[in-house]
């Protein structure tokens, strides 16, 4: 019987192989429900006011849609691959297709008051707390 040997070399391109297509594959898109996410963001509190802010980069704004209702915001849109849908692809690290992602607030918003901008692949949501979410003193008398 003889002794076979495999070339270590070759043993480390599969398993750099497998490991693009890991990263590749579609179990690593997110889901709207949150958690790593596609688009990033950052969700703060100023004042009484929520700001998001999300990197959207290569997305054009006529792409993004932003909708409120009560305390969640949805963020969904199209980021381009980049390719032509003829083209064959040799190599895909941009990530791209279409994304929704939910954000649930942790205050009552005023959706007719909702700002929203996009600048250089920045996304910039000004949510201003709503009047009937906003604390009352009681007179006690």
Sequence with gaps: MA????DPFE???????????????DWLQTSPSGGGSYPPLNVFR???DIIIIAEVPGVPK??????????TIRIAGAKNFGADAN????????????FDRAITLPIEIDSERIKAECRDGILAIYLPRAESDRPRSIAIT
């Design 62 to 71: 006529q792409d993004l849609h932003i909708e409120a209702k009560g305390k």
């Design 11 to 25: 043993t480390l391109l599969q398993f750099q192989q497998s490991l693009d297509q890991l990263r590749s594959s």
């Design 87 to 98: 083209a064959s692809i040799h190599r895909r690290e941009r990530r791209g297709g279409q």
């Design 3 to 6: 002794l076979m040997f495999q």
């Design 46 to 48: 100023k004042g009484d």
